[in-house]
């Protein structure tokens, strides 16, 4: 039978704010599953010597701002009080990636001025992830009418999603705390972040996946880097349940987005893509919803900026559902984000395939305090969508895709202008989920019902992306046959796109 541990507190800058009742308790005061005990909300982290609530009640739209930055005791490379100025941390992240040090050359901790929670940087564990790059998608850009479209591609990462840089945040606070084991809900990603993390550190994890509902690619990293795996006969919901009875039965430590420090480390993002746009910010930044943390983690990097004078205005960030697992964007377009409803999800996104997100009022302090909209996107739109995104040489898993759809969408509803620089957020691998691109090119993906209700030129577009591999006899005019007919094929589509 495993113990419960008692935990002691390192002395550290940081305190949780709950988003509910505006309750202020330390790091360690947390429950098990990082709920408040006051009004069972969730918590944000709030670091008093560096920026202050300035509206604490109304804690849906946070407004920051900058207290003393320069007592700070970092960074540690800088030296004087000089040093630790906002302006020249700048400077300082910058340098840092030529350093050989590995908490330097990760693209979360390089940022450690505005991740002071640790209360000794020895114990962070780290995998180098973040430092994701920016493309260009011009071909996409065209096809939408926005000029300046871009990708952030977190599933650049090292276990190939953006749950990397969360896991690196707060599976160090574990660590540091002194947890044997971790465990999380996932739909995949997170789990396979976590035991990838765990296994660095030395430490246990056991992960709850929905019984054949998990991408190969994911379920296999899990085995691969020796998590205990329980896939669950039931949906992602039914395993948070599980979940949340388990931790308070056993002393594992939470690592779903519901632990606020997962979202500390996932707010640079945000800071890499102001880094990137030479600290001027997009006008719009589009992100797949699920579990409906990512959008307020980011939201929370980019008015940590603002509030630090490193940026001088927010993008509008925009949340995309899949239809067939739309809570948020029903809560949004009926009720203003006032009321929620959880519901049965179905996607083939299966990452997004999430019914009752843990955090939904966190992704209407978002939207509100940001200006964005929350659109929905077929699995027709979404397998477009990605197919596009492959052929710029790019590539993402579905759920990712969801943003370049919703892009679409909300640029048809004049809501983004052909002038706007537009980012969208991929946030996984395309290998992650290769099955899933293998139909789509076999023609295997939809049903014959979904094909039907596609609109001609999205039914053209899509019949000109997919591609099945084909099987030859072993001779050069086999080959050259097939090679003949690709480059007719081209050449007849280039003639009809020129009209
Ligand atoms: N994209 C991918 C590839 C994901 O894996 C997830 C979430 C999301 C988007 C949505 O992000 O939950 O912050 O709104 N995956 C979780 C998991 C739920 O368990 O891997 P969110």
């Not at 990708?151 to 002194?178: C, I, Y």
């Not at 995949?188 to 296994?199: K, R």
Request: aromatic fraction near 6%; include cysteine; charge should be negative.
């Amino acid at each position: 039978m495993m113990e419960k541990q008692t935990l002691s507190e390192p002395t550290t800058a940081h305190r949780l704010h709950c988003i509910g009742c505006g309750a202020e308790i330390a790091g360690a005061e947390a429950a098990e599953d990082f709920r408040c005990r006051e009004c069972g909300n969730l918590f944000e982290v709030d670091y008093p010597e560096l920026l202050v609530r300035t509206s604490s009640r109304d804690s849906n739209s946070p407004t920051l701002a900058a207290n003393n930055a320069a007592r700070m005791g970092h960074p540690a490379d800088a030296g004087s009080a000089e040093k630790n100025r906002p302006e020249l941390w700048k400077e300082v992240w910058n340098r840092r990636r030529l350093s050989r040090e590995a908490l330097d050359r990760s693209g979360v901790w390089r940022f450690r001025e505005l991740l002071p929670f640790m209360a000794d940087e020895r114990n962070v564990v780290t995998l180098e992830e973040g430092n994701t790059p920016l493309y260009h998608l011009p071909r996409c850009g065209k096809s939408v009418g926005v000029e300046q479209l871009f990708a952030k591609h977190q599933g650049m990462n090292p276990t190939g999603s953006f749950k990397d840089t969360g896991m690196t945040a707060a599976l160090s606070v574990a660590h540091e705390r002194g947890f044997e084991w971790v465990a999380c809900a996932s739909t995949g990603n997170t789990s396979a972040s976590m035991a990838a993390y765990a296994a660095r550190a030395g430490m246990r994890s056991l992960v709850l996946i929905p019984e054949g509902k998990v991408a190969w690619g994911k379920l296999s990293q899990s085995l691969d880097y020796g998590a205990v795996t329980c896939q669950l006969k039931t949906d992602f919901d039914g395993c948070v349940s599980v979940l949340a009875e388990l931790v308070r039965r056993a002393p594992v430590y939470l690592l779903n987005s519901v632990n606020p420090y997962r979202l500390e480390g996932q707010k640079t993002a945000a800071i890499e893509l102001a880094e990137a746009l030479d600290w001027q910010v997009p006008d719009h930044l589009i992100v797949p919803g699920g579990n409906l943390a990512n959008s307020s983690a980011l939201g929370k990097g980019f008015l940590e900026l603002q509030a630090l004078g490193l940026i001088d205005r927010l993008p509008r960030i925009s949340v995309i559902q899949a239809e067939g697992a739309n809570p948020l964007f029903l809560s949004w377009t009926q009720h203003r984000g006032k009321e929620f409803s959880p519901v049965e999800a179905h996607t083939r996104a299966s990452a997004i395939r999430i019914g009752n997100p843990a955090s939904w009022k966190k992704a209407v302090g978002i939207l509100e305090s940001t200006g964005g909209w929350c659109e929905q996107v077929s699995e027709q739109e979404i397998a477009l969508a990605k197919a596009e995104i492959g052929a710029e040489g790019i590539g993402c898993e579905p759920a990712s895709a969801v943003t370049l759809a919703g892009l679409k969408k909300l640029a048809a509803q004049g809501h983004v202008g052909k002038q706007e620089t537009v980012v969208l957020l991929l946030t996984g691998h395309t290998l992650k989920d290769p099955e899933y691109t293998i139909d789509f090119h076999q023609g295997k993906l939809l049903t014959a019902q979904e094909t039907a209700a596609m609109d001609p030129d999205q039914r053209k577009q899509m019949e000109a992306l997919a591609s099945a591999p084909q099987v030859l006899e072993p001779t050069a005019e086999a080959v050259m046959r097939v090679l003949d007919a690709a480059v007719q094929d081209r050449s007849e589509q280039d003639r009809a796109r020129r009209g």
